[in-house]
């Protein structure tokens, strides 16, 4: 069904089963069998840092780098998180420690799965020409 402009607020229950207010977002006009995305707020207790490890350039036109993101779940439950890497020219992966897939032409994406109170690393390895 159609949605209109406004703010959404999401609850959810808790051990009690009282209702917790977990966040809110602002959407747009939105027609039916439109998807839409709410951002609830930042993680406070699920964190990652990334860094790139080495880069080369292959000519003129194009480079090879390693990326490594560290994701840290202080949680003490398991958590899911997607972690989205822009990229832009042509691109390919060569190699990655977890599965990916590509969202777009400019975007390639993790599912990552963490354990309640873990640190995983992914890494991956890109090739990219621009000219």
């Not at 977002?25 to 860094?51: C, M, N, W, Y």
């Not at 190699?95 to 032409?105: I, M, Q, T, V």
């Not at 994406?109 to 354990?115: H, Q």
Request: hydrophobic letters at 30%; aromatic letters at 10%; proline letters at 5%.
């Amino acid at each position: 069904m159609p949605l209109p402009k406004g703010t959404w607020r999401v609850y959810k229950s808790d051990a009690s089963g009282q209702k917790q207010f977990i966040g809110e977002d602002a959407i747009e006009h939105t027609p039916r069998d439109e998807r839409i995305r709410i951002k609830l707020g930042e993680a406070f207790d699920v964190v990652a840092d990334r860094s790139e490890k080495s880069w080369r350039a292959l000519s003129t036109c194009g480079s090879e780098s390693e990326w490594e993101i560290t994701l840290r779940n202080h949680k003490d439950s398991p958590e899911r998180v997607e972690v989205d890497e822009p990229v832009e020219g042509d691109w390919e992966i060569l190699s990655a420690s977890l599965p990916f897939s590509k969202k777009d032409s400019k975007t390639f994406s993790f599912d990552v799965r963490l354990a309640p109170r873990s640190e995983t690393k992914l890494t991956y390895r890109v090739r990219v020409r621009w000219c």
